[in-house]
């Protein structure tokens, strides 16, 4: 596993109006130049415009892997010129980190502030408005290549050229793309069903998801 990469971008944005749409979100991130501080709430000067779907303790932080925007651009080459680092509304940019690399429950050292990885990212349809691709958010959940969200376990200061370090690596094994190949199963062993279900790193949003999964399958077996 890579255990240290190099942070490429720390982006934050204010809610405003949706283009085309009215709504308001908070999608519309800049990349930021100096260090920002970082608390249980995320980066201090980013907001959220649907305060139900974003923010709280277990999604403090948004993670996105940019090498995922090369597959992005070739899948959708309308859009590909837009399509660049930001573009999906994450916090946190990095090269050489992925899905298949990162565990729920993870401690990663951002710059001086420590988070666990709490859940995988399901955006929503924002990103596929955003670029005016309505495929967009459902290839990006299907390919499991969403990213990932951060709790904040210690405040501190991050941005671009800092260290993503993993300080601690979760023991169950399971990779958010395990997780996302198991969501996407009509049938996932039970087993792991259990252990998701029950794994206290996962937020409580998730685990009651595959809860209730594990329990239709118990009722029909």
């Given at each position: 596993?890579?255990d240290?990469?190099?942070?490429?971008g720390?982006?934050?944005?204010?809610?405003?109006?949706?283009?085309?749409d009215?709504?308001?979100?908070?999608?519309?991130?800049?990349?930021?130049?100096?260090?920002?501080a970082?608390?249980?709430?995320?980066?201090v000067?980013?907001?959220?415009?649907?305060?139900?779907?974003?923010?709280?303790?277990d999604?403090?932080?948004?993670?996105?892997?940019?090498?995922?925007?090369?597959?992005?651009?070739?899948?959708?080459?309308?859009?590909?010129?837009?399509?660049?680092?930001?573009?999906?509304?994450?916090?946190?940019?990095?090269?050489?980190?992925?899905?298949?690399?990162?565990?729920v429950?993870?401690?990663?050292?951002?710059?001086?502030?420590?988070v666990?990885?709490?859940?995988?990212?399901?955006?929503?349809w924002?990103?596929?408005?955003?670029?005016?691709?309505?495929?967009?958010?459902?290839?990006?959940?299907?390919?499991?290549?969403?990213?990932?969200?951060?709790?904040?376990?210690?405040?501190?200061?991050v941005?671009?050229?800092?260290?993503?370090?993993?300080?601690?690596?979760?023991?169950?094994?399971?990779?958010?793309?395990d997780?996302w190949?198991?969501?996407?199963?009509?049938?996932p062993?039970?087993?792991?069903?259990?252990l998701?279900?029950?794994?206290?790193?996962?937020?409580?949003?998730?685990?009651k998801?595959?809860?209730?999964?594990l329990d239709?399958?118990?009722?029909?077996?």
């Amino acid at each position: 596993m890579t255990d240290i990469v190099t942070i490429t971008g720390v982006y934050q944005g204010q809610v405003g109006p949706m283009e085309g749409d009215g709504r308001p979100t908070a999608i519309y991130k800049e990349p930021v130049r100096e260090a920002v501080a970082v608390d249980d709430a995320g980066l201090v000067g980013d907001s959220r415009g649907d305060t139900r779907a974003h923010g709280g303790p277990d999604r403090a932080l948004s993670h996105y892997p940019a090498e995922h925007y090369a597959v992005w651009a070739q899948a959708f080459p309308d859009a590909a010129a837009d399509l660049t680092p930001g573009v999906l509304g994450e916090n946190i940019s990095t090269n050489g980190l992925s899905e298949g690399h990162v565990c729920v429950g993870d401690v990663f050292r951002l710059g001086t502030a420590v988070v666990q990885v709490s859940q995988p990212r399901q955006p929503c349809w924002k990103i596929s408005h955003r670029l005016d691709v309505p495929e967009l958010a459902r290839a990006v959940v299907d390919s499991g290549r969403s990213g990932w969200l951060y709790r904040v376990l210690e405040p501190g200061y991050v941005g671009p050229g800092d260290v993503a370090e993993r300080v601690e690596e979760a023991q169950h094994g399971v990779t958010l793309a395990d997780m996302w190949t198991l969501h996407h199963m009509r049938r996932p062993p039970i087993q792991d069903l259990e252990l998701l279900a029950s794994l206290e790193t996962l937020a409580e949003s998730w685990r009651k998801r595959f809860a209730s999964r594990l329990d239709w399958m118990r009722r029909h077996a």
